[in-house]
């Protein structure tokens, strides 16, 4: 007659160990993951806002240069105006 064993066999203990070894490197990686999310999200705005100064300085530039245009031509506008 056959014996039953009631432990567990090796192979059930290797394979539950592999189960159990995948699932915790998913979470593993997906806390990995969220940790990176949240490091870009916070330099983010940092970053966006030293492009929007370089714009408006940009900008500024060109403002300046337009309303020195436009009182270079006003003043010559004037002066052939006036007799």
Do not use: Y
Request: hydrophobic letters at 45%.
């Amino acid at each position: 007659m056959a014996t039953r064993s009631s432990g567990l066999h090796a192979h059930r203990v290797l394979a539950a160990l592999v189960i159990v070894g995948a699932g915790m490197l998913g979470v593993i990686q997906a806390v990995t993951q969220t940790a990176r999310n949240g490091t870009t999200c916070r330099e983010r705005p940092s970053r966006l806002d030293a492009l929007n100064l370089i714009t408006e300085a940009g900008l500024m530039a060109r403002l300046r240069i337009v309303s020195e245009s436009s009182d270079e031509v006003e003043s010559r506008v004037s002066a052939a105006l006036d007799p």
